[in-house]
């Protein structure tokens, strides 16, 4: 499955940004059997699950440090999952990853099975 990632940037703390994961080549009833997740990896540190989507968009999971600042959502006619970032942190510097899985979410990198390539978050002091 090929994933686009976009939407990263330079931004002031508690500022926002809407980073956007695309599915363009997957036809719509393949599209919606994926589970979608966003992680992230700063310099010298592991790929952490920031926030998961099942297909309908009803059930999802975040990493604590990003509860009630981030949400993930999905436009399923659009094949795309979206991740929108308030209150952000120089803490939430990263590269932003999306990832999907047809088996469910998972907490780890293993559980997914396609990646796009990653979009850099930077968030100033």
């Known amino acids: 499955v090929q994933l686009q990632a976009s939407g990263g940037g330079l931004v002031q703390a508690g500022g926002s940004l809407r980073l956007s994961c695309v599915a363009p080549?997957?036809?719509?009833?393949?599209?919606?059997?994926?589970?979608v997740a966003w992680f992230r990896q700063a310099p010298g540190k592991e790929r952490d699950l920031v926030a998961a989507?099942?297909?309908?968009?009803?059930?999802?999971h975040y990493a604590d440090s990003v509860k009630g600042r981030f949400t993930i959502s999905r436009n399923n006619s659009r094949k795309t999952v979206y991740l929108q970032m308030n209150s952000l942190k120089p803490d939430d510097t990263a590269v932003y990853y999306c990832?999907?899985?047809?088996?469910?979410?998972?907490?780890?990198?293993?559980?997914?099975?396609?990646w796009g390539r990653g979009t850099q978050v930077t968030v100033s002091s």
């Open positions: 989507i099942n297909w309908s968009g009803t059930d999802h």
């Open positions: 080549r997957l036809i719509l009833s393949t599209y919606t059997q994926y589970t």
């Open positions: 990832a999907a899985a047809r088996t469910g979410w998972a907490p780890s990198p293993d559980g997914y099975d396609s």
